[in-house]
Nanobody, 117 residues
Framework: QVQLVESGGDLVEPGGSLRLSCKVSGNIGNLYIIGWYRQAAGKERELVGRITSDGNTDYPESQKGRFTVSRDNVRKVVYLQMNALKPEDTAAYSC???????????WGQGTQVTVSS
């Protein structure tokens, strides 16, 4: 079992920045991918960025440049740094853990980001 707890969501003005955190605990293993996803009201969930167990990151083309995924291995936290936020970034942001050995996946409860003036 793996537990994920997101935090850091807030109301922020357009152009602002925010950093989300995903605290990971449990049986993490050595081969995994942790991804940040978001889901806006009335829309499908979409990938924002992800990081692998060996530290590689990748992002959808639409998210490159403004969002950065990083991690603190000691604290077991994965971060999503978001810059130059736009109203269309408003969504519930969740992190997902995928164990590449077992195929099991886990989700956190999500944290709300609202970009509005």
């Amino acid at each position: 079992q793996v537990q994920l707890v997101e935090s850091g969501g807030d109301l922020v003005e357009p152009g602002g920045s925010l950093r989300l955190s995903c605290k990971v605990s449990g049986n993490i293993g050595n081969l995994y991918i942790i991804g940040w996803y978001r889901q806006a009201a009335g829309k499908e969930r979409e990938l924002v960025g992800r990081i692998t167990s060996d530290g590689n990151t990748d992002y959808p083309e639409s998210q490159k440049g403004r969002f950065t995924v990083s991690r603190d291995n000691v604290r077991k936290v994965v971060y999503l740094q978001m810059n130059a936020l736009k109203p269309e970034d408003t969504a519930a942001y969740s992190c997902n853990f995928r164990d590449l050995s077992s195929g099991e996946t886990y989700w956190g409860q999500g944290t709300q980001v609202t970009v509005s003036s």
